[in-house]
């Protein structure tokens, strides 16, 4: 299956029904004045998340989605019924933003949720409404609403708790295959993983940790280069890193230091998130040398260094060890719902726009 994380699509609620000009005629009744029903409301398109999507492929091949319109009013007084609503399924993790201004809409990760991304149109007033002491015929009726429209953008970013961050052909693929079911691409050269991977790696307690792992950065990759900012997003969510430097590559300091970089530069509180320093490949090195690497990263960086081999499986126990209790220590953080219930006010309503009355349709 095709990984797909970036969508636009034109959304549009459907148009208020127009109201109806109708006149009660009934024997022995003479004069029964006017008798037309209002226009069904149009219905509103929403985003709802289901848990069997994991990507955003389905929007590769459809980009418009419209409500269904109200109906018309009818005579004696009924009211048009009210248009269909549409329900958009998307995955988990889903922010919705508008494509014009960028503007958030809606952060959708829990499961059943639901955002409106497109009101639907009011119904128009029939003519029983303008019935008044000085107007006792009214001849006319007001047109149905057009239904919002909106060009949205949909950006998939992944949940998960563990974040695996390192240069090109660090190990984080072998290290996600080991520690978890997940079977990624693993090769001897760069840029072996094209899409992020999940993986669930099973505490002692028997409870899951989803871990992602993250396609390999590189210098310049906040501006696009590389695989650049197009995953860097999928480890916006996490809530601690596990980075991986390669303790064979020439200078795996000057490696750390890129990374810590194109974290800062992207921005979005990732060069702020918890960290865990581990040199992989250690395997390749005798113990000696894998010693004193250790101690001049730790010197450089303050931080504690593992040093671990993802292939043997060397040191992968005391590795997660440290990640579970670090995120006993977190903060449990959830996706913020106030750009969410922002959105619910401003479609609550839709602007109230002049309207010109209908032709009457129907003549006494």
Known sequence: MKFVDLAEVTVT?????????????EKYVPAGGPS????????????????????????R??????????ARG????????????????????????????????????????????????????????????????????????????????????????VGIIGLPNAGKSTLISALSAARPKVANYPFTTL?????????????????????????????????GHEFLRHIERTRLLLHLVDATAPDPLSDYRTIQQELTAYGHGLSDRPQILALNKIDAMSADDASVLKELMAEATGQEIFIISAVAGQNLDELLQTVWEQLEQLPITHASETALEAQDSQTAALPEPTRQPLEVADSR
């Open 13 to 25: 609620g459907g148009q208020g029904g127009d109201g109806m000009v109708a006149f009660r005629r």
């Open 36 to 59: 037309g029903g209002n226009g069904g409301n149009g219905g509103s398109v929403y985003l709802t998340t289901a848990t069997n999507l994991q990507t955003l492929l389905d929007f």
């Open 61 to 70: 091949f459809s980009h418009e989605f419209k409500a269904k319109p109200g």
């Open 74 to 161: 009818g005579p004696s007084n009924r009211t048009g019924a009210c248009g269909a609503d549409r329900y958009i399924e998307v995955p988990c993790g889903t922010a919705v933003y508008n494509a014009e201004t960028d503007e958030l809409l809606g952060d959708l990760t829990a499961p059943q949720q639901t955002l409106r991304v497109a009101a639907g149109g009011k119904g128009g007033l029939g003519n029983r409404h303008f019935l008044s002491n000085r107007n006792r015929a009214p001849e006319y009726a007001l047109p149905g609403l057009e239904g919002e429209s909106r060009r949205i953008r949909l950006e998939l970013k992944l949940l998960a708790e």
């Open 195 to 227: 899409v992020p991977n999940l993986g669930v790696v099973r505490k002692p307690t028997g409870d899951g940790t989803v871990f992602a792992d993250i396609p390999g950065l590189i210098a310049g990759a906040h501006e696009g280069l590389g695989l």
